[in-house]
């Protein structure tokens, strides 16, 4: 009953762990807080699925690479700095 | 007393001379309380100092400048404007005031911060002008799957991973364009064009707990507009 109160105190609740999932996605938590958090989503799937997702959601983005500059675009651009330097 | 070739005098930084291989090589005169930047034969020349050339009058070195940034000005441009045309426009308008106001960059933040606050400025002030007349024209928007048709690299997929791949990166499109102009550019800077915190409130000009904060909230209205297809 003693190690049970003890852990009861150790975790968090659902609304506790939104305010905190993103910085610890990020890595950015006290060891404290992250084991705290980390009890929770053992016991919860919902916020387990919350940060799985959020997780996934900051990688999709990190290697989302971007788009090239379109040729049309490229060319009035380039055109633009030829004048510029042309008249500078 | 004559100077050896590349130096310009005590305190002051010579323009400098790029190697055959492309490589920087700089002589440098400066006194003992200044930093010394240490040249490198065979990297490319730092942004810093093409600014500096382009300062002395060395408008090459501007043309590089657009050459290494063009493709990140414009990608910061579609994230926030949500559209070719329009970032096609903000890359313009970006690199014209860079021009204009490159010969009064006093160095205090790097070259890249000082490039993406005018990019983020720029493509902000457009998106608001926008806003505004997009209340009288509603039907002019054009649907942003149109603009994805033929825009996926090759990258060696299964026709099934490059649909779910394209899928994807419609609905982050989406999602980063619904989100509210306040977190839309923190999430663009910080977690598609990977600046740090700190980057970041120098660009926004936000302290680092207000980008924190959006953050936060930008990236839990993005997973739950991803969240089925992630």
């Known amino acids: 009953m003693k190690d049970k109160g003890k852990r009861k105190k150790a975790t968090c609740d659902c609304v506790e762990l939104e305010e905190w999932a993103v910085l610890y996605v990020e890595g950015e938590v006290s060891e404290e807080i992250r084991q705290r958090l980390l009890i929770h989503i053992q016991s919860c799937a919902h916020c387990a699925h919350l940060v799985r997702s959020l997780k996934r959601t900051v990688h999709y983005c990190r290697i989302e690479c971007g788009r090239d500059v379109p040729q049309q675009a490229h060319e009035r651009l380039w055109q633009t700095i030829r004048n510029l330097l042309g008249s500078g | ?230």
């Not at chain 2, 065979?42 to 009058?57: I, M, N, T």
């Not at chain 2, 120098?202 to 992630?230: D, E, F, M, T």
């Open chain 2, 1 to 230: 007393m004559a100077r050896p070739a590349g130096c310009s005098g005590e305190g002051e930084v010579a323009p400098s001379r790029v190697d055959k291989s492309g490589g920087l090589i700089i002589l440098l005169s400066v006194p003992e309380n200044k930093s010394l930047q240490v040249a490198v034969p065979g990297l490319p020349v730092p942004d810093e100092e093409l600014v500096r050339r382009v300062q002395h009058g060395h408008m090459e070195a501007f043309e590089e400048l657009v050459r290494r940034y063009e493709r990140k000005v414009y990608n910061i441009a579609y994230r926030l404007l949500g559209n070719e045309e329009d970032a096609a426009e903000a890359l313009q308008d970006t690199f014209l005031r860079v021009y204009r106001f490159i010969p009064k960059f006093a160095f205090k933040s790097s070259f890249y911060t000082w490039l993406y606050r005018i990019a983020t400025n720029v493509s902000l002030t457009r998106l608001r002008r926008r806003k505004k007349t997009e209340v009288v024209s509603l039907d002019a928007s054009i649907p942003e799957s149109d603009n994805l048709k033929f825009d996926l690299p090759d990258t060696g997929q299964t026709p099934e991973e490059a649909f779910q791949q394209k899928r994807l990166r419609e609905k982050l499109d989406q999602a980063v364009e619904q989100l509210p102009e306040e977190y839309r550019a923190v999430v663009v800077l910080r977690d598609l064009e990977g600046l740090s915190n700190e980057e970041v409130s120098k660009i926004l000009k936000l302290s680092v707990p207000a980008v924190k904060s959006r953050l936060h909230r930008g990236r839990l209205a993005l997973r739950q507009q991803l969240v089925n297809y992630l």
